[in-house]
Each structure stands twice: as C-alpha cells, then as structure tokens.
C-alpha cells in the first residue's frame, strides 16, 4: 500500500499562535490530498483539499501548501484556538483509492 | 456537517455473536466505505461501494461482510465476533466524481467483544 507519514506525532502551541502540521506522501501520481480533523469520540471531519495542480489553497484560518519536488503536505492553521485541538491527518488519492496517515495530535494550550 | 449516519454509537458483545453495524447517507452519494481505527492508528479499509450491487473487499475484508441494496444503506455484517474485532468502524461516502471527492464520515461505532 501506500505511505502517508507525518513528521511529527505531537504537537503543542499556545493559543492565538499559527500552527504547522506536515505530512509526507511517496507517489508521485497522487492527484488529490484532503486534511481531516478527528476529535475524541468522533469521526474525521473534511478541513481542506488540494488537487496535485494547485501549489496553494486557502480556506477560513487553514491553508493546505503542495509541495510535490519534495512530496510534502502541510496544513497551517491561523490563530490557533482551544477549539482546534484534535487528531490531524493527512490523506493521499491514487487511483480513487484513500490513503490514510496515522494523525499528529494538536494540543493547543490556554 | 455531513449527513452520515451509524448505529450504534457503542457496542459491547459477547465472543461468537453476529453483530450488524448500521450506515446510511441522505446525501445521494455513490461511494461508501467501512474503514477500521484502533487508537492513534491510521484507518484500515475493509469493504468499499462503488454503486448499488456493487461492493469490494478492502485490506481487512476477511471476516465481515457488506451489502448494498440501497444507495443510502451499507450495513457491515461480522458472522462471528472475536476479541481481535474490538475497535472504532467508521463508514463514510464520497460522490464519486473520478476521486476528487472527499470522504465524509459518520461518528462511527465503538465495538467491543468480550
């Protein structure tokens, strides 16, 4: 199958600061990746996507940056609020097939 | 909010019980999918729909079973629970359009056989 990885498992920041989160892909072919956010107790929710033609794309405080030289994912999130600490993880599509990371835990601190 | 739905939300059975985990979508979407997730872990697709009629096997198939009779229904059947099966099913949808689509995702069912 395919490898979805993500730097780093845990990640800490205090409120009202930005945070990063990566996540590398190995196919080149990859067309299609999305973020989803899971809190505790809950399913994945849909943050944002990109199509492997678009280098950038913004929504409300995320933006997804595709870097595909190097096939790296990263999710910024603005102002990070208490709100937004949960499971993050990427996904990578190939072929109509999901491909799935194991997840970075955002803790965000009061 | 999509509007995918499982039951039950939590379920605890004994070893040997066949148990159906309920989906259902109101959203029209082709595509359903049963996927696995222990704690912390990456999710693990056990069956997938392209369509009415239509259903697949994913990496985890072995030990359940799927159908779909109706576009918004796709139960996930377990002939015999065991130990091993204790963990979070999660069902989700897509509309299918040459893959640009995202999954959207129930809240899923927490199982645990005893």
């Known amino acids: 199958g395919e490898s979805v990885g993500l730097h780093l498992p845990t990640l800490s920041v205090q409120e009202g600061d930005n945070s990063i989160i990566n996540c590398a892909y190995s196919?080149?072919?990859?067309?299609?990746f999305i973020w989803y956010k899971q809190e505790s107790g809950k399913g994945p929710q849909f943050i944002i996507d990109?199509?492997?033609?678009?280098d950038k794309r913004q929504g409300q405080r995320v933006t997804v940056l595709l870097n595909k030289t190097v096939k790296h994912l990263s999710l910024q999130i603005a102002a990070t609020q208490p709100g937004d600490s949960a499971v993050y993880f990427c996904?990578?599509?190939?072929?109509?097939?999901?491909?799935f990371g194991t997840g970075t835990s955002l803790t965000v601190i009061p | 909010e999509a509007d995918i739905y499982q039951t039950p939300r939590y379920l605890v059975i004994g070893t040997g019980k066949k148990i159906t985990l309920e989906c259902s979508q109101t959203?029209?979407?082709?595509?359903m999918y049963w996927y696995q997730q222990d704690p912390g872990m990456e999710l693990h697709l056990i069956h997938y729909s392209y369509g009415v009629n239509s259903t697949e096997k994913g990496d985890l198939s072995s030990e359940s079973t799927v159908s779909r009779i109706r576009t918004e229904h796709f139960p996930l059947t377990l002939e015999s629970a065991r130990p091993s099966h204790t963990s979070q099913y999660l069902c989700?949808?897509?509309?299918?359009?040459?893959?640009?689509?995202?999954?959207?995702f129930g809240n899923g069912t927490r199982l645990t056989v005893t």
């Open positions: 990109i199509r492997s033609n678009m």
């Open positions: 996904a990578e599509i190939l072929n109509n097939q999901f491909y």
């Open positions: 196919n080149s072919a990859s067309d299609y």
């Open positions: 959203m029209g979407h082709d595509k």
């Open positions: 989700a949808s897509s509309a299918g359009d040459r893959g640009h689509s995202p999954l959207h």
